[in-house]
């Protein structure tokens, strides 16, 4: 997994077990290092009026522990008025938790530093979202791929807390990267022993044993941290390179999606390239290409275009939805609409479809029956550039198909959707490459 940025995810074996103090310290710890930290609080739940204002008093915590200039609303951007599980408080509060506007914030308030420490939501699998596309604070840091610390809070109970967290992180495909021990409990029996069995069994290195502190801000933690353990951490995992986001477009089966999926799986695209898959969309909630997303890890959406009463509304919905993924690429497959010009223009340079010809021969429908009535000798597939005029933009690459014999429409489309999932992958790959090298 390539981490969304430099940094680190904070998780505890509880809320309340001292979580935003070892965040605000390693923060802190990180900035007198001489680098720009931030800490971020994505979710941030319980609000106290001072001063007439509403503040959550983590997030204003996070931000002092940080030497860049940010506003609360950059440190936490989604603050809940109830002290509760974040799903709970948003049903209270009707508030709808959009995964992706809340990462793409996380990554804004990200880019203005060099290093950022997230702290994630109470526990490791605290819910945030619940219904049809749940999402949790474990999603939360693999979304981020992160590199975790897991703070444990040291009191009776606290070794099953810890290895159930430690073993639920490395599920997540995370790297447990260390643990803190944070005494939350002055007067907890056997502490010695209990902090030997951890470090025992934690199978990961302690950065750090914090004593029962009256005074935890960070300037008092910060020296029970291990510095030189930490800033190593960061050499080895330098920041990632600029990241390039895909939207796929589909209508039905999707082979040509699965096929650029299981490519960049293969290829390893997200390590090699930091191209990643952001969304699969498809305009069909029947489409059979939307179950086989989900099943590549894939985040889907579904925007019925039934539901607009023209065109150009549904084309304008359909890029808000784009959008919200900051999309480098947006690759049409199999996505059966025809679209605006204000659409099309949008997405000017970065809008590509497949279309089963050899354009510019056969643009538009039927058109393997076509070729075959033609008396083609070859046929085959096209990806192009998307332009105002339908099948007809820049062509990128092309693929070619012997026409048999006894070849009907359906024997011949099946020849040519098999180059086409040979074409598509490389065809995508290629253009967001060149891209990334007229940047
Ligand atoms: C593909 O053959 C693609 O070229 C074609 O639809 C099929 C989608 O298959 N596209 C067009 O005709 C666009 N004008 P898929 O959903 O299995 O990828």
Known sequence: ?????????????????????????????????GRRAVAIKPIAAGLEQVDGRWVNDDVQRLRAASNIEVQDQEVGPLQLRHACAPHIAAVLENVAIDRQALLAEVRRTAAKAEVSVVEGVGGFCVPLVEGASPWDSADLAVDLALPVVLVVGMRLGCINHALLSAEAIRARGLKLVAWVANQVDPNMGHADANFATLSQRLQAPCWGRVPFLLQADPAHIAPYLNA????????????????????????????????????????????????????????????????????????????????????????????????????????????????????????AGRLINIH?????????????????????????????????????GHILAQTVVPVLPDDDAETLAQRVLAAEHRLYPTAVRQKLSQKLSQN
């Not at 935003?20 to 900035?31: E, N, P, Q, R, V």
């Not at 538009?364 to 339908?390: D, M």
């Open 1 to 33: 997994m390539t981490p969304a940025f430099s940094g680190f995810f904070i998780t505890g074996t509880d809320t309340e077990i001292g979580k935003t103090a070892l965040t605000a310290a390693l923060t802190h710890l990180l900035g007198q290092s």
């Open 228 to 347: 030189p353990a930490v800033l190593q951490e960061l050499v080895a995992h330098p920041a990632p390179s600029p990241r390039q986001n895909i939207v796929i477009l589909i209508s039905g089966s999707g082979s040509n999606m699965q096929a650029i999926a299981e490519t960049a799986q293969t290829e390893q695209w997200a390590q090699r390239h930091g191209i990643q898959i952001a969304a699969v969309i498809s305009n069909r909630a029947d489409a059979a290409g939307l179950p086989i997303a989900k099943r590549l890890g894939l985040h889907t959406e579904v925007l019925p275009h039934t539901q607009f009463a023209s065109r150009t509304d549904f084309d304008a919905a359909l890029r808000q939805l784009i959008d919200r993924f900051a999309p480098d690429l947006v690759v049409l497959a199999g996505f059966m609409r025809v679209l605006t010009p204000e659409f099309v223009q949008h997405y």
């Open 356 to 392: 089963p010809s050899l354009l510019p021969a056969f643009p538009g429908l039927n058109t393997h029956q076509r070729a075959i009535e033609a008396g083609c000798k070859v046929a085959g597939a096209t990806v192009h550039e998307v332009s105002v005029e339908v099948d007809q």
